[in-house]
């Protein structure tokens, strides 16, 4: 208990007396907070690339996914239509 509250507070005293360590880096602001600058325009474009890619991906592995619950039900069904027709032995 005693190690949690002085981590607590070492990390408290960094937070405190080390501000320069939350401001941003400066791609994003180049020195003067310039958000509009060609480096910030890339690298926002690149963040969307990458989110464009993630959905793709996530999008494939749902059609996938979806692929073989319809595949399964239409065995199921073709499986129930043979028991049907063979009088029910299975």
Not at 40 to 61: E, H, K, P
């Amino acid at each position: 208990m005693r190690s949690r509250a002085t981590l607590i507070l070492g990390l408290l005293a960094v937070m405190v007396l080390g501000p320069d360590l939350a401001l941003a880096c400066p791609v994003c602001f180049s020195g003067i907070g310039n958000i509009d600058s060609p480096m910030a325009t890339g690298m926002n474009n690149g963040i969307l690339v990458l989110l464009a890619l993630i959905g793709v991906v996530q999008g494939s592995f749902v059609a996938f996914f979806l692929g073989l619950r319809r595949r399964a039900r239409r065995l199921q069904q073709t499986h129930e239509m043979a028991q049907l027709s063979h009088g029910g032995v299975g």
